[in-house]
Every structure is written in C-alpha cells, then in structure tokens.
C-alpha cells in the first residue's frame, strides 16, 4: 500500500523538466546535483541524501551533496571502495536496497544509523565512461523499503547526475587549462602578438608591452604594423615581408624574420619574429601568433666578437709585419750591410717573434681557462725568493723604473704553481711599467692576512691610474679600456683564471693619476701560519 502511494505521488515528467532546466542553467556543477538529488528525494520520499565522488588524486574538483546529515558527520563518512556497502557498490556497480542501515556489521556505521534513526535504504553507484566515480545513498527515517523501481528511477538520476558531474569536469579541466596556457603566455619572456586575419591587435602580453611601448587596451585592434612598428621595413607602396598577413598568404614559407622594431617612442630594437598561424575548422585564417625575441644583447655580441677578432688580427698582424719587413730586407740583394747592422736586424726580427708567440701563449692560455684545462703543477716554495727572482729577472725590461721589494725577512711557504706566479707577476709588472712615468717606482709588496690565513701580493705603481667605470670589468677577457687600445685585454683575464684556479683571489684598487695596486692571494703553507701566529703585531 505505501509503494502506491508514493508512485502514485510521483510527478516525473515535471521532475526530470527541471532537471533538464538545471542542466542547460549554467549553473555550478554542485547546484546542479543538488537540484537532482532534491528532485530525487520528492520523488522517492526519502529523508536523507548522501551524495560522494570517490578521492580522485590530482583532482581539485570536490563533490558532495547531502541532504538531512549535519556537514560535520558528512566529513567523517569514509567511501572507499571494497569496504563496507558502499564499497560493494563501487566494486560490483549493482544498486542495493535494504530496510535497516542500523544493522551493518560495521559499529562505526550502526552507531551512525542509530544516532540519525536511519533505517531503509536504496544506493546506486555513479559511474563516468563505465568507471564507478562515486556512490548515492538515499535513506529513510522508517522501514518502508525502497522498491525494485524505486532503484531503476533512482539510478536514472545518478545517470543525470553522472551527465552534470562530466560537464562540470569539463568545464573546471578547460578553465584550468585556459588559465595555464594565459600564466605562461603572461610570464613569457618573450613578447607575444596574436593578430587576427585582417591584421589588426587581439591581445598581446607584458613583454611585448614593455618592448614596444603599446599597452594591450591602446594597441587592440590596431594594425599590427602600427604596433610593432615595421613601417621602416615596409618601403614605399611594397608590402612588407614581415606584415603576418603576407606570411599567411605564403601559409608560413617564411615564418621566421628578424628586423629592426620601432618602439612607440621611436627606438629601434633588433628582433627576431617567428610566425604561427591558426586556420579554423573551414581552413580559413583565424589567427596569427607572432612571437617576438629582443637580439639587441646577441648582436652586440657578435658586433663585440667581430671586433676582437679585428683587434686580435691587428695585434697578431704588427710583429709578423716587422719580421716579414726585417727579413724582406736582409734577403735583398742590393742592400749590403755590415754585421753589426745585420745582428740589430736579426734582433728585432727576434723580439717581434718573441712578442708574436708571448700573444699566441696568452690566447692559448685564454682558452685553457676558459675551458676548463688549465693544468697547474702545485708545489710548496718559498713566495718571498720567488718574487725577489721575479722582480731581478724583470728589472732589465723596466731600465727607467725604480722596482722596490716590501718583502719579509722570513720565508713566506705557499702552496701553488710556481711557473703560474711567475707569468701572473710578470703580467703585473709589465702593465704597471707600461703606464708609469719614466722614473717612478714599482713596489712589490707582500704579508700575511686574513682569518684564514693568505699570502697577499700587492704590486703597486704610481703611474696613470684606471677610471672607476673600467674596474668593474677590467679581468674580463679582452677587456680593454677606451684610452689603451692597444694589446688584446687578455693579461689581466688570465692573471684572474690562473689565481683562481691556485685557490686565490685578485683585485685591484685605483685611482686616475695617482696609480693602481693589483692584489693577489695565495694560500699558505703550515710554515708561514705559524710564522702569523707568533707575530706580535
Ligand atoms: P693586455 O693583455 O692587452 O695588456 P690587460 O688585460 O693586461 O690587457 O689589461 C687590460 C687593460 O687594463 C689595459 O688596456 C689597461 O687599460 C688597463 N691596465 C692594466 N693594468 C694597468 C695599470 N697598472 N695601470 C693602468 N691601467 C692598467
């Protein structure tokens, strides 16, 4: 009598037009499952509903509808599958009905039923793609059991309740895919354009806004010649090369350019632009996307490179000059000279060889370093024998100089490449006498400092000093400041690889006209720690 009464009560036509309404509303997925459980409970008069999608890893989307549990013990209800009814469900997919939710063997659940008077009740399985993806229960506060048709209708809603689930992951999966793909087109690095088949703005991100000056409201629906300014490429009544709609005319035979940009305020940039075109559905165009790479840096890089390559030939170019100079003469048969004028040409012919090979050595030298293949024979010696050998040795070459050792009287043990600190002295010194006046003194000082403990060698000449903008990138390699163009800036480059790599560091201090104290450190040796600790000062 009381199944009659409630089919006889159903209303499904008007039930299953409102979940229809529901469905085409817009709606959020989670009122539109509340609408069909709502619906679901009229029409099986049931006090309670619990609606759960099992956990989906990775999945954000969290969905739940319940109807006569407070939320808290919605919370506590665990759904796992293979445990419990809910878990047969899930495993089996068959709907189940029953008259007393108080006599699950599980107490957990019985104590649950009990305390909310839960008796009858009907449950099906929601399943997406043929997947079990959750479990509906509907329960009633009294015995009256569900029916066979009961369950058929209710899993015609869960069918429905499935349909809104899938929209709603759909939704939430393009929404999230839509706000991936906007983050990294807004925090490219690169600008990007997208222009549609006329040729006017759509949008376009931070980056090309800060290149060309244009903000995306300003430029939208401009031509975009106007926007990234390729008017000087243009020509006369020619159409550009680079206008995207010529490249799509070509469908994309040229899809990669590079041209000078003109920013809003009349700058020019190197760029490099590369084309992608997107045809709609018709094949017709429907957008253009131009991707835009700021090469100001990389070409003056390669203007830099171009330049020390000349710099380099030029420098190579002057010894080999003499020696083809030199020796051209001393071959001619009509100059006759005697033997003191023959040994003052065979020894500039040898100076200019040995300049030529000390650059050749440095730009080998270079390369090591920079490749990582120096190759360093350390040993322990005596720093203070070694600089006075340096400075004896080096005197001929600075006849004009006052070269002044600062050394201490006791031996001075450091561990590094003695060869190494004699080339990196020797480079010093042949700088400090290449920019002091005749007559001024070179000193080469040394001591031991710091915590922990280092050999500091100081070489310090009184002669024209470094302006402060050139400090900063005075060790880099084939540095040179704008007043000596002449050399191939690669001493000082390699004065800094070869201390480095005997575990020191190197420095300069400086001032124009007053004259430049190159600093190095080394580290030392057991003896010359103690000799630190029993210093008094
Ligand atoms: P190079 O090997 O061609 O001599 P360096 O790397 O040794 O080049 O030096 C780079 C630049 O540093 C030089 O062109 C010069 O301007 C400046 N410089 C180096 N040492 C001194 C110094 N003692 N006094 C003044 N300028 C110096």
């Not at 790479?293 to 002057?318: C, G, P, Y």
């Amino acid at each position: 009598m009381a199944e009659q009464t409630v089919e006889q009560g159903r209303d499904l036509p008007h039930a299953f037009r409102r979940i229809g309404q529901a469905l085409v509303s817009g709606l959020d997925v989670k009122d539109v499952l509340g609408s069909i459980v709502d619906e679901a409970m009229i029409q099986l008069d049931a006090e309670v509903a619990l609606l759960r999608l099992l956990d989906r890893p990775g999945e954000h989307l969290e969905l739940e509808v319940s109807r006569g549990v407070p939320e808290e013990t919605v919370r506590q209800i665990r759904f796992r599958p293979g445990e419990g009814l809910a878990g047969r469900l899930v495993i089996d997919g068959r709907p189940l009905r029953g008259i007393n939710l108080q006599q699950d063997p599980r107490a957990d659940q019985r104590a649950l039923a009990r305390r909310f008077n839960w008796q009858a009740f009907a449950a099906v399985a929601i399943h997406l793609h043929q997947q079990p993806i959750g479990v509906w229960f509907m329960i009633r506060h009294r015995r009256e059991p569900f029916t066979e048709e009961d369950l058929l209708l209710l899993s015609t809603f869960a069918d429905y309740a499935s349909l809104a689930i899938e929209r709603g992951w759909l939704l939430h999966t393009i929404i999230r895919e839509k706000h991936e793909s906007e983050a990294v087109i807004q925090a490219s690095a690169n600008g990007i354009l997208v222009v549609d088949a006329y040729g006017r703005v759509v949008d376009m991100n931070p980056a090309l806004e800060r290149l060309t000056g244009w903000s995306q409201r300003q430029a939208r629906g401009l031509p975009c010649c106007d926007v990234v300014g390729c008017q000087a490429e243009r020509g006369i009544g020619a159409p550009s090369k680079l206008c995207p709609l010529q490249v799509a005319a070509r469908r994309g035979d040229r899809a990669f350019i590079e041209y000078q940009l003109q920013t809003r305020d009349g700058k020019s940039i190197p760029v490099e632009a590369s084309y992608g075109l997107v045809w709609d559905e018709d094949g017709e165009l429907f957008r253009i996307v131009i991707v835009f790479r700021d090469i100001s840096h990389q070409k003056e890089l390669n203007r830099l490179r171009a330049e020390i390559v000349a710099n380099v030939s030029h420098e190579l170019r002057t010894p080999l000059s003499l020696i083809k100079g030199y020796a051209t003469t001393l071959l001619s048969p009509d100059v006759k000279m005697d033997e003191a004028e023959t040994r003052r040409f065979l020894t500039n012919v040898s100076t200019a060889a040995d300049h030529l090979g000390r650059m050749i050595d440095d730009l080998l030298c270079a390369s090591r370093i920079e490749t990582q293949q120096l190759k360093l024979e350390s040993k322990r010696f005596d720093l203070c024998k070694e600089l006075r050998q340096v400075l004896s040795w080096f005197q001929p070459y600075a006849p004009d100089l006052q070269l002044v050792a600062d050394l201490p009287a006791h031996e001075l043990w450091v561990w590094a490449d003695p060869d190494r600190v004699h080339q990196v002295m020797m480079n010093l010194l042949t700088n400090a006498a290449k920019y002091s006046p005749v007559g001024s003194t070179i000193t080469v000082r040394s001591q031991i400092l710091g915590d922990p403990p280092a050999a500091v060698v100081h070489v310090i000449d009184e002669g024209s000093g470094i302006a402060a903008e050139y400090l900063p990138r005075i060790f880099d390699r084939f540095y040179l400041t704008d007043e000596s163009k002449k050399g191939i800036g690669l001493g000082l480059y390699i004065c800094r690889g070869l201390v480095e790599a005997m575990g020191g560091s190197i420095w300069v201090v400086s001032e124009v006209g007053e004259g430049s104290t190159f600093s190095f450190t080394l580290p030392v040796q057991a003896e010359s720690k103690a000799a630190v600790a029993g210093r008094s000062d």
